[in-house]
């Protein structure tokens, strides 16, 4: 029973390159969420999916980013243009159901941007 | 601002002793608060989780105590090993799971 699957583990970007960040859910799970965490800092909301939809996307930067859930295969955060800020470490998180309190958290994608 | 945060950043313990990790709160609508641990270079992991309807809840070693009147959540950790040794972040839930996350303590623990 493999648990939230994040890849790859660790990416490396140059300025002005895309990034892109996969997360598979839990089986079972339809809703994902996507949290970035900056050194010595607590994890930040970013988005929130169901299949195919976004549920909520308030933790978003309104630039560069985006995300999708397809109905099939695994969940994306696109970055665009990368830049230093954004290095980061990304994990993903799942849930069987809306409202579900506790999330399932991935290893985490640490992005690193040159 | 976050509405969950933490009033140490680090807490040394020596192994063996009881560890005792805090947490306070603003949104006094929150009805629902995680704690999590996170070893380096991995996800959160879950280890106990708490309702605004109780007041304690125990685990194996571990013991989540809330109280609504001063919005503060503590961890305690018995008999603490080297293996305890991480982050401990305490998550908020609002509606719609979306979790606020403290800024973390990290714990060590002298053998």
């Known amino acids: 029973n493999a648990g939230v699957m994040q890849n790859p583990r660790h990416l490396v970007r140059r300025r002005g390159q895309e990034a892109r960040l996969r997360c598979s859910p839990m089986?079972?799970?339809?809703?994902v969420y996507w949290y970035r965490q900056l050194p010595e800092e607590g994890l930040k909301f970013m988005v929130y999916l169901q299949k195919e939809n976004i549920i909520d996307e308030s933790g978003m930067p309104k630039e560069r980013f985006s995300a999708e859930f397809p109905k099939e295969g695994p969940s994306i955060l696109r970055i665009q243009q990368v830049v230093r800020g954004d290095s980061a470490a990304y994990f993903c998180a799942s849930s069987p159901r809306s409202h579900f309190e506790k999330l399932f958290f991935g290893s985490g994608t640490q992005l690193s941007v040159l | 601002g976050e509405s969950v945060g933490l009033h140490l950043p680090t807490l040394s313990v020596q192994e063996g002793d009881n560890s005792i990790i805090n947490c306070a709160y603003s949104?006094?609508?929150?009805?629902?608060f995680i704690w999590y641990k996170q070893e380096s270079g991995k996800g959160p992991q879950f280890i106990i989780d708490?309702?605004?309807?109780?007041d304690k809840r125990q685990g194996q070693r571990v013991t989540v105590l809330l109280n609504k009147t001063v919005k503060h959540l503590s961890l305690q950790i018995a008999a603490t090993q080297p293996g305890d040794s991480a982050v401990y972040f305490c998550?908020?839930?609002?509606?719609?799971?979306?979790?606020?996350f403290g800024q973390g303590t990290e714990l060590s623990v002298k053998p």
């Open positions: 998550a908020e839930n609002t509606q719609g799971g979306k979790l606020i």
């Open positions: 708490i309702r605004s309807n109780m």
């Open positions: 949104n006094s609508a929150s009805d629902y």
């Open positions: 089986k079972g799970h339809s809703h």
